[in-house]
């Protein structure tokens, strides 16, 4: 399967733990986006990388959370201390620059705080 | 603030009907346009992009773009039950700013 892919599906933490998402985009593409998404809601942009450079941050994301992708492929996103609030699915999306950032998405990981 | 707007349904159409569904976005400089399909409890599959003003085509999918009146809609013809999900307007650069989406729903 050359799709991208995120590993674990689902994740029940109880508040206060720290939890990492890992996700493995397709293969040619140089930039990998993650995003959250809550029930009702589209998906909301988090932090994206191209390569192994982060380039943009969300202002609303905060300290808690950290993303790595170190050699420019696969990539993990952290979240320390989680909070109820945190209960969402966590998408990984990734895209060619070239190829007018068309961006896929994997079959994110859904997150319980409880 | 950029936005990115679209009636959340439920829009209900009969089995064969078309489908329009409709988004306004606030960024007058947005190039790019997406239309996502999402079934419930799964992630978003990209249907349809659209980056210069007019129509663009494939197959049952008709995605429409007029930049002066910041507007982007998709077309479903020949609806079918599987067609229901809700669908998502994106629009970048770079990071893509989702609607709420529109829940379709089509009835046999």
């Known amino acids: 399967d050359t799709g991208v892919s995120q590993d674990p599906r689902h994740k029940i933490t109880k508040r206060g733990q720290n939890v990492t998402f890992r996700c493995d985009p397709i293969?040619?593409?140089?930039?990998l986006y993650w995003y959250r998404q809550t029930l009702g809601q589209g998906p909301e942009f988090l932090t994206y990388?191209?390569?192994?450079?982060?380039?943009?941050k969300s202002r609303l994301l905060s300290d808690r959370f950290s993303a790595e992708r170190p050699k420019g492929s696969f990539s993990t996103l952290e979240i320390q201390r989680t909070e109820q609030g945190d209960s969402a699915m966590y998408l990984c999306?990734?895209?060619?620059?070239?190829?007018?950032?068309?961006?896929?998405f994997g079959p994110g990981t859904r997150l319980t705080v409880l | 603030q950029k936005e990115v707007e679209q009636n959340s349904g439920p829009l209900s159409v009969p089995e064969g009907a078309i489908a329009s569904l409709n988004c306004t976005y606030s960024d007058r400089g947005s190039q790019s346009f997406f239309w996502y399909r999402q079934y419930s409890g799964k992630s978003p599959e990209l249907i349809m992009s659209i980056y210069s003003n007019g129509d663009k085509e494939d197959g049952r999918f008709t995605a429409q773009l007029n930049k002066a009146s910041q507007y982007v809609s998709l077309l479903i013809r020949d609806s079918q039950p599987s067609d229901s999900a809700t669908y998502l307007c994106?629009?970048?650069?770079?990071?893509?700013?989702f609607g709420t989406g529109t829940r379709l729903q089509v009835f046999p």
């Open positions: 999306a990734s895209s060619w620059e070239a190829h007018d950032n068309e961006q896929f």
């Open positions: 994106a629009v970048e650069p770079d990071k893509l700013i």
């Open positions: 990388f191209q390569n192994e450079a982060q380039l943009e």
């Open positions: 293969s040619e593409h140089n930039r």
